[in-house]
């Protein structure tokens, strides 16, 4: 789990899905398999074309490359 850089986001995986979420709304911003290179791109196509600030979805973007790669 980590705690993005405005502390208004987390991205953890919970129950093999990885999911980056609101804090306080738990409203989703994605949720992908870590472990499908297919589902890890369209996540980072999501971050990329979210509502994140750049060093939100910075930090995005490394961690979910983080859950990939510990994944497969």
Do not use: C
């Amino acid at each position: 789990m980590a705690k993005l850089p405005s502390e208004r986001y987390l991205i953890q995986q919970i129950d093999g899905e990885v999911v980056l979420f609101e804090i306080g709304t738990e409203r989703e911003i994605v949720r992908f398999d870590p472990s499908s290179g297919n589902s890890s791109s369209v996540a980072q196509k999501a971050i990329h074309d979210s509502e994140l600030g750049d060093e939100d979805k910075r930090f995005a973007h490394f961690w979910s490359g983080y859950f990939y790669a510990h994944a497969t």
